[in-house]
Structures are given as C-alpha cells and as structure tokens.
C-alpha cells in the first residue's frame, strides 16, 4: 500500500511539473510579437539586406504594472496593451531586437525573436500581462521595453505606445505611455 502511494504522489509529482513547465513557457512565448497572425502577417514585409540599412536607431518605452494609491498602501496591478506604429508613409521599418526589462535592469524577455519589417503606416502590436501575480513577471514599476530598429533611408521615429490598463474595486485605471528616442548625452 505504501509503495503504490509513492507512486501515485511521484506520478503527481511528475505531472505538477510538466504542467508548470509548459505554463511557464506558455507565458514566455505570449509575451513576443505574434508575427504568425494574419494581422501581423499583413503588417510586415520582406526584411532588406542588412548591407542596406543606413540608420539604426533606438527607443525607450517606459511600462507600469502597478501604481501605488493611498499613500502607497493600496498597489493597483495593470496589463498593457503594446502597439508598434511605422509612421512613414512611404518607407518600410526593420525591428531588429525589442527587450523587455525589469526595474533591476534585468532582461525578463525578447518580445521580437527574430528581425522584421513592419510595412509604411502598418501597426503590430501586443499585450503584456504586467501583473506579477498572474504570471510572475518582475516587470515592477520600473519595467521598460528598449526597441532596436533600423532603415534604409531617413523616416520618422517610429511610435510605440503602450496602452496601460487596470482595476480596483470599482475603479478603473488607464493611461498611455509612449516611447522615447534613445540619444547619447555629449
């Protein structure tokens, strides 16, 4: 009887950590920029030779996945919905890398596992589940993204943008925050 108990708990045991595992990577692959989607795949194009790209740029998204009310004694959990605009009507944008960081300055994951190409005036976007008690990110209140892109002929900043949204009781919170341009102080 012991023995056959050991091995359902062991079994159990087995299973528990299958489950985790593939929640865990479950949450890891949500938080990229889904570039299978008919949505996306309309939104990007054939990425140019990298030989070709004569302007590579950077830009900071500041991200919240809380904010403290009551004098910090109440923490409002938020999620963010996150686009990416290219805003040139008539030059197509590389992404080669977008990152998202804790407050540490701890890289929690690449939203962009491979470079692509958004299309003029195309949109791609995403949600980053912030809250640290549905899917423990450590994203915190100092969570960022830092996007890296590139082109072949001068364009406009591209726009990322999150939309930050989150409730308490009866209250409802939401705000933008908008990307930055990365510039070297001299």
């Given at each position: 009887m012991r023995m056959k108990t050991t091995f359902w708990v062991a079994l159990f045991g087995l299973f528990l950590q299958a489950f985790i595992g593939l929640t865990a990577q479950a949450a890891d692959n949500a938080l990229r920029f889904d570039l299978n989607s008919d949505r996306a795949k309309a939104a990007i194009t054939?990425?140019?030779?990298?030989?070709?790209?004569?302007?590579?740029?950077?830009?900071?998204?500041?991200l919240y996945s809380s904010v403290a009310l009551g004098g910090g004694a109440t923490l409002v959990h938020l999620g963010a919905n996150v686009t990416l605009r290219n805003i040139s009507p008539d030059q197509p944008l590389v992404i080669s890398s977008a990152r998202y960081f804790d407050r540490s300055g701890e890289l929690v994951a690449e939203l962009?596992?491979?470079?692509?190409?958004?299309?003029?005036?195309?949109?791609?976007?995403?949600?980053?589940?912030?809250?640290?008690?549905?899917?423990?990110?450590?994203?915190?209140?100092?969570?960022?993204?830092?996007?890296?892109?590139?082109?072949v002929a001068p364009v406009p900043e591209p726009m990322l943008e999150a939309l930050v949204l989150g409730s308490s009781g009866p209250a409802s919170f939401s705000f933008t925050s908008r990307s930055q341009p990365v510039r070297m102080a001299q």
């Open positions: 054939e990425n140019p030779a990298e030989s070709r790209l004569s302007i590579k740029k950077q830009s900071y998204l500041p962009a596992v491979q470079p692509f190409t958004l299309k003029p005036m195309a949109t791609i976007e995403m949600f980053i589940p912030i809250t640290e008690q549905s899917v423990g990110l450590r994203g915190g209140r100092g969570g960022s993204i830092l996007l890296d892109w590139a082109a």
